[in-house]
């Protein structure tokens, strides 16, 4: 049972304009969701988080945007640059008493930034 | 500051064997999860450890088991190695009750 998806393997950008990475999730538990950029041969690098009570976090050229009411979030990266090209990972957590938890992650989306 | 450190980098291993992965902690994190990463997938969460105890755990066998110790580094351990268990495993960091955490590099492990 996937819980947290990314239905996009592969997206293909431009250097400098937007890109926009999906991930839609199921249970209605979790309450935080983190993005990871993954390069090969590293491990995940956290990026940008987003509560549940927000619907917009920024984080200089990262934005998250949350809809709560479709159960899906988006990244949008502005403007793209080659060096964004790497995996991206969307993860979500459930409250649990307010203690760290364990992370649900996605399949991840393979961005590729077009010089 | 260091960050995440993991060790071995690779190991090669037989079925059946039996494999010891390490980790660090990031300095000021009390909190440390393991997750396995198979090819094309994302990382699964195995199980966490807070106060050298196990906090939670995923849906993996009892072949698979942990420990922390009093400086908050970590040890996760597998025993009888089967072929599926090829994969990379991720050691992340984070102080308890802070959502954000932080990933080492990962061991590479091929069981042949």
């Known amino acids: 049972d996937q819980q947290v998806k990314q239905n996009s393997p592969s997206l293909s950008v431009q250097e400098g304009r937007i890109s926009i990475l999906n991930c839609d999730y199921t249970?209605?538990?979790?309450?935080?969701f983190l993005w990871y950029k993954k390069y090969p041969a590293e491990g995940p690098t956290f990026l940008i988080s987003?509560?549940?009570?927000?619907d917009k976090n920024e984080d200089g050229r990262f934005t998250v945007f949350l809809n709560k009411s479709a159960k899906h979030l988006s990244l949008h990266i502005v403007p793209s640059q080659p060096g964004d090209s790497a995996v991206y990972f969307c993860a979500a957590t459930p409250h649990y008493g307010g203690a760290t938890n364990k992370l649900i992650f996605g399949t991840g989306t393979l961005l590729a930034v077009q010089p | 500051d260091a960050g995440v450190t993991q060790s071995p980098t690779h190991l090669i291993k037989t079925r059946g064997q039996q494999v010891t992965l390490r980790c660090s902690p990031k300095s000021g994190h009390d909190t440390v999860s393991w997750y396995q990463q198979a090819l094309g997938q994302g990382p699964q969460f195995i199980f966490q450890?807070?106060?050298?105890?196990?906090?939670q755990r995923g849906n993996f066998p009892d072949r698979f088991s942990g420990h922390q110790f009093p400086n908050y580094s970590s040890e996760l351990n597998v025993n009888a190695l089967l072929l599926g268990d090829s994969a990379l495993y991720l050691c992340a960091s984070s102080r308890d009750t802070v959502w954000e955490q932080y990933f080492g590099p990962g061991t590479r492990l091929t069981v042949t």
């Open positions: 450890y807070y106060e050298e105890e196990e906090r």
């Open positions: 249970n209605s538990m979790f309450d935080y």
């Open positions: 987003i509560s549940s009570i927000k």
